[in-house]
Nanobody, 119 residues
Framework: QVQLVESGGGLVQAGGSLRLSCTAS????????MGWYRQAPGKQRELVAK???????NYADYVKGRFTISRDVFERTVYLQMNSLNAEDTAVYYC?????????????WGQGTQVTVSS
């Protein structure tokens, strides 16, 4: 079992920035991939960005050049730096961990953190 604790959401004006944090209960090296998803009202949950255990990042097209995913392996934390935010970025953001050495098919979710961008 992997616990994920998120922080960093809030209200920001369009054009502003926020940084989300997700701390895992185990080493990030033991997790195949960690990432951020988001879900806006009335929409399906969608991938925002992910980072593999080897440190390779991947981004959804709509955040490329604006969002950056990174990690601090000593703090067991993955970050999502969000710049140039717009109203379409308003959503609940969820941290995700997929696959561990013990459970390759397992998937874990954080509790979600609200991001609201005012225009």
């Amino acid at each position: 079992q992997v616990q994920l604790v998120e922080s960093g959401g809030g209200l920001v004006q369009a054009g502003g920035s926020l940084r989300l944090s997700c701390t895992a209960s185990i080493s990030v090296f033991r997790i195949n991939a960690m990432g951020w998803y988001r879900q806006a009202p009335g929409k399906q949950r969608e991938l925002v960005a992910k980072i593999t255990s080897g440190g390779t990042p991947n981004y959804a097209d709509y955040v490329k050049g604006r969002f950056t995913i990174s990690r601090d392996v000593f703090e067991r934390t993955v970050y999502l730096q969000m710049n140039s935010l717009n109203a379409e970025d308003t959503a609940v953001y969820y941290c995700n961990a997929r696959g561990t050495l013990q459970s390759p098919g397992a998937e874990y979710w954080g509790q979600g953190t609200q991001v609201t961008v005012s225009s």
